[in-house]
């Protein structure tokens, strides 16, 4: 199993550029995160989804979307990227069993907006 | 919601030392609380949990205490080792909401 894969690893984009990173689990969890990572705010939820075809929002929605067409990929879609969201994203699948729950996190994407 | 307080935000202890973080919660229908470990430039990965009908779980090295009460739940590592050095982040539930997680612990093991 490949686990959770996330691409690119690394992206530099242009103030009001749209991109979309990719994220793909093939463990069959019907749980999946996003999240970013900023130097002392720790790991902030942006959006989730508990299901194909169900989504909700996170700690940090505004500026992102995400969609859920099937169990395996939950892309994040940034819509006109700003300097504040460069971070570190990760994404994270999981699966919950009699009240817990391991995330298991994507190796990452750093980006940088300009 | 969930508000998770997570201290110190650093820690140096000298290799062989122990080393303890704390955590307090805010929810008390929180119920599940478990630590994820990342190494410099890797994903966080789960290291230990506890659920709330539980007081303490060991593993090795490792050991979480919960105290409901007070609300808080903290993370033990003895006999600390240069590859301990890691952020270590704490985060509760009630399990089937998502994690809310602290803002993580920067520990130095220092050989």
């Known amino acids: 199993n490949a686990g959770v894969t996330q691409t690119p690893k690394f992206q530099v984009l242009k103030t009001g550029q749209s991109m979309t990173l990719q994220c793909a689990q093939d463990?069959?969890?019907?749980?999946m995160s996003w999240y970013r990572q900023d130097p002392g705010m720790g790991l902030r939820l942006i959006h989730y989804?508990?299901?194909?075809?169900?989504?909700d929002q996170g700690e940090v929605p505004n500026g992102y979307n995400v969609s859920r067409s099937t169990t395996e990929d939950f892309p994040l879609r940034l819509l006109s990227a700003a300097p504040s969201q460069t971070s570190v994203y990760f994404c994270?699948?999981?699966?919950?069993?009699?009240?817990?729950?391991?995330?298991?996190f994507g190796p990452g994407t750093r980006l940088l907006v300009l | 919601g969930e508000n998770v307080e997570q201290h110190p935000s650093t820690l140096s202890v000298q290799e062989g030392d122990s080393a303890v973080i704390k955590c307090t919660y805010s929810?008390?229908?929180?119920?599940?609380f478990p630590w994820y470990k990342q190494e410099l430039g890797k994903r966080p990965q789960l290291i230990i949990d506890?659920?709330?009908?539980?007081g303490e779980k060991k593993d090795q090295r490792i050991a979480v205490t919960l105290n409901k009460t007070a609300k808080h739940f903290s993370l033990h590592i003895t006999e600390t080792q240069p590859e301990d050095s890691a952020v270590y982040f704490c985060?509760?539930?009630?399990?089937?909401?998502?994690?809310?997680f602290g803002k993580g612990t920067r520990l130095s093991v220092i050989a």
């Open positions: 994270a699948s999981s699966h919950r069993d009699g009240g817990k729950e391991t995330q298991y």
């Open positions: 463990m069959n969890h019907e749980y």
């Open positions: 989804s508990v299901g194909a075809g169900i989504t």
């Open positions: 929810d008390s229908a929180s119920n599940y």
């Open positions: 506890i659920r709330s009908n539980v």
């Open positions: 985060a509760a539930s009630q399990g089937n909401t998502p994690l809310v």
